[in-house]
């Protein structure tokens, strides 16, 4: 730091809890991006009230051609706008921030969000204007506007660059020695989740320019084709979010409880994993295509091992077995689960990625893993089990951890005291809740056979009549109850955020006499290194809460899976 | 082995920290892995002793040929109409089409229960979904493919073949139907 220029130095500033030196360009690139993250989470949410409205068959708002554009919206906003951003954000962290760099080529970190939002905003005027109502997988030979294509591009482009600057900080912190040993865990996480990132944007540059040079007549594009590759894009940018939303858990665990890294070597080598084992992710969405043979699917599926479901499997155990330890290093010693009961439950950011945990395991690697089984996915294969599967990974899990996350980085980023403080520690669990009875009621729906992506399941003006088993309707009332009960749990994170940002109370860790608006792991930060006697005493005792946990967790997996191999078994002979 | 130190997932880890995971750890991602494993087993497995794959028969077709593979099955056995769909009521073991358009299903089948048909489906559009309901067996529909699917009903009734993947604005109207001697 001695020889840094004094231009350069002006850029930084000490964070006063974390003691973590935070350049300028960094900080102000991170915000820009959190706040269009939300502004498209807003655009989505705006879309999901019109979605679950109309197919809640009984209040049924919007007609057939509003319908399917909302649901365009949703699924672009949601899926692709907001948690990428939302991840570029991440990324701004985990690189110059957590390793004290200064961000390399800030230029480029602007350009590329220029890039990014012009590119959202193009793709959305399309989707808005009626000429894109294609949905989310644009599935040719359905045509949007040439433009869509094109917006998406650009945004992919800027998302691409971010990912460089990524790498690129990485290597001027190791090279100016910013920090000493290893970079952290978290940014490791993040290191893998923008190596995918790599992997995803090449698969969508790879589909969206020729769709684009298709939507303009000049050249052919086999629909199967598009879907193998497309679904390398989509399938892969799930494991962007996959590895964006570990590392939160383990960075929300280190803030808000003190919760250690059991083994670092265990930790990586599952991030490492899922760089290893995902870039065919794709032949889960062609289980039941006409395309590819049965050894095609079943090896592209699980490479024989599964070893990207091992590595969640792995996070599962590491990640609440270092919020054991971290609290019985603090203290929390009696019985199996003192620790647990201890924790910090009114504190959104352990609350809400405590449930982000739970959500994505128990329902969303449970459903995924089964669903994307090469048989069972024939009594699965785009009825609604499959957007509830995705509500409970990307919604319950990464959208959950994302929230969680941003009760932290309001006061240590944009150093503002969170408002609605009351509001704020019920939030994430109205939007976990939510989601889980929205999810569940959908998962069930599906089982019974009910369709996604469809206007209405009564099928008004059809040729001949479809009855779906009375229990339907049951789950289509919930369905809207928890869909409702979500969307206030996310207006009520977009409002918490932007009065936050823009009206916000500053923070000044000095003015503790009042804690309100501000997490406790902010106002004090919990031991981040322990030594000595107790941490040999702790690894000793081990972690047998988590034990007992994720004992629960596998025998419910293993119920689950094998009820529908029971439940395909009863359907017609087909092969 | 124990590591006397412990650090958070922010904290940079310094010195040699690749050592032996501990006992419950290393115990967890065994009883996983074989989980994994059998994950995987099962799907082979099936296809040995499981009555329901999506193998099936595949290959390439250009939508005007199936089309006229489609005329010609109905032209052959049609026995019927049914609200201005044909009906067509194929021998057992015989091969079977089923065409998907924008927005119908084309023709509806009669089956016999207990006997296997070849059932050919594709598309002449857009993508579409094959839902056959309530039995809930989803299949999906590609324009340039034909899948030819071994199936043997196991019930009699009336069934309905319900559009799964989206395929424009009238997408909800396509209901097909099946009958089951």
């Given at each position: 730091m001695s020889?840094?220029?004094?231009?350069?130095?002006?850029?930084?500033?000490?964070?006063?809890?974390?003691?973590?030196?935070?350049?300028?360009?960094?900080?102000?690139?991170?915000?820009?991006?959190?706040?269009?993250?939300?502004?498209?989470?807003?655009?989505?949410?705006?879309?999901?009230?019109?979605?679950?409205?109309?197919?809640?068959?009984?209040?049924?708002?919007?007609?057939?051609?509003?319908?399917?554009?909302?649901?365009?919206?949703?699924?672009?906003?949601?899926?692709?706008?907001?948690?990428?951003?939302?991840?570029?954000?991440?990324?701004?962290?985990?690189?110059?921030?957590?390793?004290?760099?200064?961000?390399?080529?800030?230029?480029?970190?602007?350009?590329?969000?220029?890039?990014?939002?012009?590119?959202?905003?193009?793709?959305?005027?399309?989707?808005?204007?009626?000429?894109?109502?294609?949905?989310?997988?644009?599935?040719?030979?359905?045509?949007?506007?040439?433009?869509?294509?094109?917006?998406?591009?650009?945004?992919?482009?800027?998302?691409?660059?971010?990912?460089?600057?990524?790498?690129?900080?990485?290597?001027?912190?190791?090279?100016?020695?910013?920090?000493?040993?290893?970079?952290?865990?978290?940014?490791?996480?993040?290191?893998?989740?923008?190596?995918?990132?790599?992997?995803?944007?090449l698969h969508g540059a790879v589909i969206y320019i020729p769709t684009l040079l298709w939507s303009l007549d000049l050249m052919h594009v086999d629909p199967e084709v598009y879907r193998m590759v497309w679904w390398g894009l989509g399938h892969s940018s799930q494991q962007i979010n996959v590895a964006a939303q570990v590392s939160v858990w383990y960075l929300l665990a280190a803030l808000t409880v003190g919760g250690v890294v059991v083994s670092e070597k265990v930790s990586r080598m599952a991030f490492a994993l899922y760089i290893l084992f995902i870039s065919m992710a794709s032949a889960h969405h062609l289980l039941v295509d006409p395309g590819m043979g049965p050894a095609w699917k079943i090896w592209n599926t699980s490479y024989a091992m599964?070893?990207?479901?091992?590595?969640?499997?792995?996070?599962?155990?590491?990640?609440?077995?270092?919020?054991?330890?971290?609290?019985?290093?603090?203290?929390?010693?009696?019985?199996?689960?003192?620790?647990?009961?201890?924790?910090?439950?009114?504190?959104?950011?352990?609350?809400?990625?405590?449930?982000?945990?739970?959500?994505?395991?128990?329902?969303?690697?449970?459903?995924?893993?089964?669903?994307?089984?090469?048989?069972?996915?024939?009594?699965?294969?785009?009825?609604?089990?499959?957007?509830?599967?995705?509500?409970?990974?990307?919604?319950?899990?990464?959208?959950?951890?994302?929230?969680?996350?941003?009760?932290?980085?309001?006061?240590?980023?944009?150093?503002?005291?969170?408002?609605?403080?009351?509001?704020?520690?019920?939030?994430?669990?109205?939007?976990?809740?939510?989601?889980?009875?929205?999810?569940?009621?959908?998962?069930?729906?599906?089982?019974?056979?009910?369709?996604?992506?469809?206007?209405?399941?009564s099928a008004t003006g059809a040729p001949f009549q479809i009855e779906y088993h009375p229990v339907v309707q049951l789950f289509q009332a919930t369905m809207g109850i928890g869909g409702l009960l979500a969307i206030l749990g996310g207006l009520a994170y977009i409002l918490i955020a932007v009065v936050t940002v823009f009206f916000g109370r500053p923070f000044r860790l000095a003015d503790s006499h009042d804690p309100s608006g501000v997490p406790p792991g902010v106002w004090k930060l919990p031991a981040q290194m322990h030594q000595g006697a107790a941490v040999t005493e702790a690894h000793r005792t081990g972690t047998r809460g988590t034990v007992i946990l994720v004992g629960i967790f596998l025998a419910c997996f293993i119920l689950y899976y094998f009820a529908n191999w029971k439940m395909l078994s009863f359907a017609w002979k087909v092969g | 082995m124990e590591s006397n130190e412990a650090h958070s997932a922010i904290v940079s880890p310094t010195g040699t920290w690749w050592l032996p995971a501990g006992k419950q750890e290393t115990m967890w991602v065994?009883?996983?892995?074989?989980?994994?494993?059998?994950?995987?087993?099962?799907?082979?497995?099936?296809?040995?002793?499981?009555?329901?794959?999506?193998?099936?028969?595949?290959?390439?077709?250009?939508?005007?040929?199936?089309?006229?593979?489609?005329?010609?099955?109905?032209?052959?056995?049609?026995?019927?109409?049914?609200?201005?769909?044909?009906?067509?009521?194929?021998?057992?073991?015989?091969?079977?089409?089923?065409?998907?358009?924008?927005?119908?299903?084309?023709?509806v089948l009669r089956l016999k229960q207990g006997v296997h048909y070849t059932l050919h489906l594709s598309s002449v559009d857009v993508n579409h979904g094959f839902s056959l309901h309530p039995v809930n067996l989803n299949f999906q529909v590609v324009p340039g493919y034909d899948y030819g699917l071994k199936i043997v009903p196991n019930k009699s009734g009336d069934f309905r073949i319900i559009c799964n993947e989206f395929c424009g604005i009238a997408h909800h109207t396509m209901v097909g139907k099946v009958v089951v001697e």
């Open positions: 020889a840094m220029a004094p231009a350069l130095a002006a850029r930084f500033r000490t964070c006063e809890v974390t003691g973590l030196k935070v350049d300028w360009h960094a900080e102000t690139l991170l915000k820009v991006n959190a706040v269009v993250a939300v502004v498209n989470f807003l655009i989505g949410i705006i879309a999901a009230f019109g979605i679950v409205m109309t197919r809640w068959q009984a209040v049924h708002l919007l007609p057939a051609d509003l319908f399917y554009r909302f649901l365009t919206l949703h699924g672009l906003n949601m899926l692709i706008f907001f948690i990428i951003f939302f991840e570029m954000a991440i990324l701004y962290f985990a690189g110059p921030i957590l390793l004290k760099s200064r961000l390399p080529a800030p230029k480029v970190g602007w350009a590329a969000f220029g890039l990014m939002t012009l590119g959202m905003v193009v793709t959305n005027t399309m989707v808005l204007q009626g000429k894109a109502d294609v949905l989310f997988t644009s599935y040719p030979p359905l045509r949007a506007d040439p433009l869509y294509y094109l917006g998406i591009i650009l945004f992919a482009v800027g998302a691409l660059a971010v990912t460089c600057l990524f790498f690129a900080t990485l290597v001027v912190a190791k090279r100016e020695r910013t920090y000493e040993g290893s970079i952290p865990l978290v940014s490791f996480g993040a290191l893998t989740a923008a190596i995918i990132a790599v992997i995803t944007l599964y070893l990207a479901v091992l590595a969640s499997m792995v996070h599962g155990f590491t990640v609440p077995a270092g919020i054991e330890m971290g609290q019985r290093l603090r203290g929390y010693t009696r019985g199996t689960f003192e620790w647990l009961k201890k924790a910090p439950w009114g504190d959104p950011g352990f609350s809400g990625a405590a449930m982000s945990v739970v959500i994505f395991g128990f329902l969303g690697g449970v459903t995924g893993v089964t669903i994307g089984t090469e048989q069972i996915n024939i009594i699965a294969h785009n009825t609604l089990r499959v957007p509830g599967h995705f509500h409970t990974t990307v919604v319950g899990g990464t959208a959950l951890a994302f929230m969680a996350v941003t009760y932290y980085v309001l006061p240590l980023i944009f150093r503002k005291r969170v408002a609605f403080w009351g509001l704020a520690k019920l939030q994430p669990y109205i939007f976990g809740i939510g989601i889980v009875i929205l999810a569940m009621s959908m998962i069930f729906q599906g089982i019974f056979g009910v369709p996604r992506r469809n206007w209405d399941i | 065994g009883i996983a892995f074989v989980w994994c494993l059998i994950l995987f087993a099962m799907m082979p497995f099936w296809h040995f002793r499981g009555g329901q794959n999506p193998s099936g028969v595949r290959s390439r077709v250009a939508p005007s040929e199936f089309a006229a593979r489609v005329e010609k099955f109905i032209s052959d056995y049609k026995v019927g109409e049914d609200n201005g769909v044909p009906v067509v009521a194929p021998p057992a073991g015989s091969d079977i089409y089923l065409m998907a358009q924008m927005w119908r299903w084309y023709p």
